[in-house]
């Protein structure tokens, strides 16, 4: 019993591989994953009173869920002059470092490609948790076949439960050592951030270190955000 268990199992694994890996001969990759093209477009970013996001229809009103970033990127040589060499190197918008991606936490990411070179060429969005949406992690001849020359591709993802800074590259031979860039991602609410509070002015208590030679004064509060809390009613938020 054991071994038909073990037998179906590879070929369930097998199964999913053969059908998880892109079939590189068609030049249009989303006709291999339908139900992919499928999600996408139910989600599909319109602009509506100069916003551009996610809208739903509730209680007859048009309510907006979520925002959307639309970005292109152009794939060419640019002439880049470092260590005293000048050469032409692979780039992002004639951009070296690439173009910064801006996005808030939960936003919908759209990124067109459009491939201006001779060679193929993929960008992978490092970091970034793809959840529902592989075919847009980049890798190319894993996820998605490469962008082939003159050609375009629209990757679309949702960033979601993530902050930080992050990166893009390429994914595919050597490219990424000249197209990357940064991805800086801004939280739905802001960190706490601590500080400290002291009632008499700071430099004299430097003055103090110095001509004494201790530690400064122990502060008259801890805060956060520049508050000390609830404890301290009197303190003014300017």
């Known amino acids: ?38 999600y996408a477009r139910a989600r599909v970013c319109v602009f509506v009173g100069g916003n551009l996001g996610v809208y739903n229809i509730r209680n007859h009103r048009i309510v907006l869920t979520k925002l959307c970033v639309l970005v292109d990127f152009q794939v060419e040589w640019k002439s880049i002059t470092r260590v005293c060499s000048t050469k032409a190197i692979l780039t992002v918008n004639g951009e070296y470092p690439g173009p910064t991606i801006a996005v808030n936490e939960g936003d919908d990411v759209e990124i067109k490609v459009t491939n201006g070179v001779s060679i193929n060429t993929t960008i992978h969005w490092h970091g970034i948790k793809q959840l529902r949406t592989g075919w847009a992690d980049g890798p190319a001849y894993v996820t998605q076949c490469p962008i082939k020359p003159g050609r375009s591709y629209t990757y679309k993802f949702t960033v979601t439960g993530q902050r930080g800074t992050l990166w893009w590259h390429a994914h595919i031979a050597w490219q990424r050592a000249t197209i990357y860039g940064a991805i800086i991602i801004y939280p739905r609410m802001p960190y706490p951030f601590a500080g400290e509070w002291w009632n008499l002015p700071v430099e004299g208590i430097e003055d103090e270190m110095y001509k004494y030679g201790s530690g400064p004064n122990s502060s008259d509060a801890y805060t956060i955000n520049g508050l000390p809390g609830s404890l301290y009613p009197c303190s003014v938020k300017g």
């Open 1 to 38: 019993m054991m071994n038909m268990y073990s037998v179906l199992a590879k070929i369930l694994v097998l199964t999913f591989v053969v059908t998880a890996i892109p079939f590189c001969s068609s030049s249009n990759t989303s006709k291999r994953y339908q139900f992919n093209v499928l």
